[in-house]
């Protein structure tokens, strides 16, 4: 699997978008982006994962740049309960395949 | 989501014993789970990779008689810690591979298990 880098940490105020970059410059053609996200003492949650074109849930929206080189998680309104440590990883989609963890970005939401 | 389950969520045992963590794919069949475990302030570390009704693949550095993992059926697996010492103490999570093709092959996690070994 390729490896990702993220920033250690990042703070974002309460209410405001969270953006979350990750770079990803060895990623192969057939490897999907993935984000998880551990919020303390608990395992970690899914929240969304793509392949080329951008993707949007209930939680988060994803964006991958066109060269699929990077991508960024974005948290509309963040939220006290969005403070956790986001993981960045791709993988490809095969049965069986592993999830890898890089460091992560330890968000902090502030009032 | 897909649900996985975890039990027990913390333990507490005495040197020398064993213990035995359940994880269980709650609303989905898993033919194939992960254990995981994590130390303080550290990322997650692969243990090893269990498949129903096969041995488990243990990653390098990982003591296969000490970590017993058994995947007997579509939604169990189980790790059983072996003789524990303080230096097992750690947080142990499983995951599991949702295989339905709506899903894509998204892999969900436990909610832990802490284990403390005295």
């Known amino acids: 699997d390729a490896k990702t880098t993220q920033p250690p940490s990042m703070d974002c105020a309460e209410g405001r978008a969270a953006n979350l970059p990750c770079n990803h410059s060895?990623?192969?053609?057939?490897?999907?982006v993935y984000w998880y996200r551990q919020i303390h003492s608990q395992g970690p949650q899914y929240i969304i994962h793509?392949?080329?074109n951008n993707e949007t849930n209930e939680m988060a929206s994803l964006i991958i740049t066109e060269d699929r080189k990077s991508s960024t998680l974005i948290l509309p309104h963040a939220t006290l309960r969005d403070t956790a440590v986001y993981y960045c990883?791709?993988?490809?989609?095969?049965?069986?395949?592993?999830?890898?963890f890089g460091g992560g970005t330890r968000l902090m939401v502030k009032p | 989501g897909a649900v996985v389950s975890q039990h027990p969520s913390w333990v507490i045992c005495k040197s020398g014993t064993s213990v035995k963590i359940e994880c269980r794919s709650l609303?989905?069949?898993?033919?194939?789970m992960f254990w995981y475990r994590q130390f303080p302030k550290q990322s997650l570390m692969l243990m090893a990779t269990?498949?129903?009704?096969?041995?488990?693949?243990?990653e390098q550095g990982v003591e296969k008689d000490k970590f017993l993992i058994n995947h007997a059926s579509l939604t169990l697996s189980t790790l059983t810690v072996t003789s524990a010492h303080p230096e097992d103490s750690s947080f142990y999570i499983c995951?599991?591979?949702?295989?339905?093709?709506?899903?894509?092959?998204?892999?969900?996690f436990g909610e832990g298990s802490w284990l403390t070994v005295v």
């Open positions: 609303d989905f069949q898993a033919t194939t």
């Open positions: 060895t990623i192969s053609g057939n490897e999907y």
């Open positions: 269990s498949n129903e009704g096969s041995k488990a693949t243990y």
């Open positions: 990883i791709v993988r490809l989609d095969n049965a069986g395949n592993m999830l890898t």
């Open positions: 995951s599991a591979r949702d295989g339905d093709a709506s899903s894509g092959n998204t892999i969900y």
């Open positions: 793509g392949l080329k």
